[in-house]
Antibody, heavy 119, light 106 residues
Framework: EVQLVQSGAEVRKPGESLTISCKGS????????IGWVRQTPGKGLEWMGI????????KYTPSFRGHVTISADKSIRTAYLQWSSLQASDSAIYYC????????????WGQGTLVTVSS | EVVLTQSPVTLSLSPGERATLSCRSS???????LAWYQQKPGQAPRLLIY???IRATGIPDRFSGSGSGTDFTLTISRLEPEDFAVYYC???????FGPGTKVDMK
C-alpha cells in the first residue's frame, strides 16, 4: 500500500527555522516525484515545488523560490521542506504529494503538517 | 500564469441529486492535464479524476469528468452522504489549483 507519512504539527516563532518531512512507503521511492502544497484559508491550495529523489532535481514555483528549500534523502525514503527564517504568513497546512512524472497528476498525498508561526 | 475559476462557490443539494461543478481556465489547457480532487474537513485532497475524464483507482462511477480547452466539468450523478465535501480542479502542467466548490447538504 502506497503511503506518504508526514511529520507532526509544529509551532515556531517568526525568524526561527523549521524542517518538516514526508516519508514514502509501499513503492519505489526514487522513481516518483514528491511535490509540496501549501493550504491556507485565504489562498487555498498552492503548489510550492517538486523534487525527484533519484537525483534530487528540484523545481520551485517562482513565488516560493528563495523562501523554502526542498530536499530528499532517497536512502531513507524521505523528502523535506525547510525554512531558514519563518514568517507569520507561513502558517498553513503543508501537504506532500506523489507524482509519476514532473508534469503529472498527484495520486497520493500525505496527511498534512500544520505549521503555526506566532510570536 | 494560468488562473482557474470554479463555479458555483457553494452547491446545496440533497442526497440522490445530481451535482455539476464547473472549472474554467484562463488559458487553453491540454485535457490530459486537468484533475479533480475531493477534500473533506481535516483530510488531505483525494484524487478523483485525471486527464480530465479518467477516474482514479477506486473512485465510484457516479463521478465523471469531461471538458476540453478552457471549460471542464465534474459531475456526480447521484450524491451519496459521503460526497459532501469541497472539490478542487487542478491544472497540473502549470500547477494551478482552482479555489474550490463546496457541495453541502440542503
Amino acid at each position: 500500500e502506497v503511503q506518504l507519512v508526514q511529520s507532526g504539527a509544529e509551532v515556531r516563532k517568526p525568524g526561527e527555522s523549521l524542517t518538516i518531512s514526508c516519508k514514502g512507503s509501499g513503492y519505489r521511492f526514487s522513481d516518483y516525484w514528491i511535490g509540496w502544497v501549501r493550504q491556507t484559508p485565504g489562498k487555498g491550495l498552492e503548489w510550492m515545488g517538486i523534487i525527484y529523489p533519484h537525483d534530487s532535481d528540484v523545481k520551485y514555483t517562482p513565488s516560493f523560490r528563495g523562501h523554502v528549500t526542498i530536499s530528499a534523502d532517497k536512502s531513507i525514503r524521505t523528502a523535506y521542506l525547510q525554512w531558514s527564517s519563518l514568517q507569520a504568513s507561513d502558517s498553513a497546512i503543508y501537504y506532500c504529494a506523489r507524482r509519476e512524472a514532473e508534469w503529472d497528476h498527484s495520486d497520493y498525498w500525505g496527511q498534512g503538517t500544520l505549521v503555526t508561526v506566532s510570536s | 500564469e494560468v488562473v482557474l475559476t470554479q463555479s458555483p462557490v457553494t452547491l446545496s443539494l440533497s442526497p440522490g441529486e445530481r451535482a455539476t461543478l464547473s472549472c474554467r481556465s484562463s488559458q487553453t489547457v491540454g485535457s490530459s492535464y486537468l484533475a479533480w480532487y475531493q477534500q473533506k474537513p481535516g483530510q488531505a485532497p483525494r484524487l478523483l479524476i485525471y486527464g480530465s475524464s479518467i477516474r482514479a483507482t477506486g473512485i465510484p462511477d457516479r463521478f465523471s469528468g469531461s471538458g476540453s480547452g478552457t471549460d471542464f466539468t465534474l459531475t456526480i450523478s447521484r450524491l451519496e452522504p459521503e460526497d459532501f465535501a469541497v472539490y478542487y480542479c487542478h491544472q497540473y502542467s502549470s500547477s494551478a489549483f482552482g479555489p474550490g466548490t463546496k457541495v453541502d447538504m440542503k
